[in-house]
T-cell receptor, first 113, second 113 residues
Framework: SQTIHQWPATLVQPVGSPLSLECTVE??????LYWYRQAAGRGLQLLFY??????ISSEVPQNLSASRPQDRQFILSSKKLLLSDSGFYLC????????????FGQGTRLTVV | GENVEQHPSTLSVQEGDSAVIKCTYS??????FPWYKQELGKGPQLIID?????GEKKDQRIAVTLNKTAKHFSLHITETQPEDSAVYFC????????????FGAGTRLFVKA
């Protein structure tokens, strides 16, 4: 069965420090991968999505970047965190070209202090 | 840009009553409309979805309706139970070489026993 792993679960980082969040998918090939951010009490904002290795589409210009070094690995990064980067970050995947259910990871709660 | 409006932001009902959450979307190319339930500290999980060629879909106590002309879609939960308490997100999606899914801001549903 397909599973998605996202880590760490919680993270407290000082302003100006770098960030690396990792997401891996098991049990499927060539997934579409997504990073979302959920600010407190708000909806899910799509940050990046990827349809293949090295292919990244950015939805919102900001202090973050994403990379996909392997088919089932998706990384969210920042060189210098801002206070406004705090939030709940979710990785998700879908498969195929028909509209399908998105499967979400458990999320990473990032607090920038 | 594309957006999805969701109302209400908070909904409190008595156990056994019905709950209705409404969404409107702006992207006329959207053709897939999932609803997700998010429990505290977890990633969202799909509870029901509807495609643009269908006007209504039902799964036990949950139903979704879609009016493509008006760009409205709604979630109906009947005979609510305390375990239905969670945050519910609507979303509108279309395939653009990856799924561009725009989420609503969420509705926090409280079901009082």
């Amino acid at each position: 069965s397909q599973t998605i792993h996202q880590w760490p679960a919680t993270l407290v980082q000082p302003v100006g420090s770098p960030l690396s969040l990792e997401c891996t998918v098991e049990g499927t090939s060539n997934p579409n991968l997504y990073w979302y951010r959920q600010a407190a009490g708000r909806g899910l904002q799509l940050l990046f999505y990827s349809v293949g290795i090295g292919q990244i589409s950015s939805e919102v210009p900001q202090n973050l970047s994403a990379s996909r070094p392997q088919d089932r690995q998706f990384i969210l990064s920042s060189k210098k965190l801002l206070l406004s980067d705090s939030g709940f970050y979710l990785c998700a995947w879908t498969v195929g070209v028909s509209n399908t259910e998105a499967f979400f990871g458990q999320g990473t709660r990032l607090t920038v202090v | 840009g594309e957006n999805v409006e969701q109302h209400p932001s908070t909904l409190s009902v008595q156990e056994g009553d019905s709950a209705v959450i409404k969404c409107t979307y702006s992207d006329s190319a959207s053709n897939y409309f999932p609803w997700y339930k998010q429990e505290l500290g977890k990633g969202p999980q799909l509870i029901i979805d509807i495609r643009s060629n269908v006007g209504e879909k039902k799964d036990q106590r949950i139903a979704v309706t879609l009016n493509k002309t008006a760009k409205h879609f709604s979630l109906h939960i009947t005979e609510t139970q305390p375990e239905d308490s969670a945050v519910y997100f609507c979303a509108a999606s279309r395939y653009t070489g990856g799924f561009k899914t725009i989420f609503g801001a969420g509705t926090r549903l409280f079901v009082k026993a």
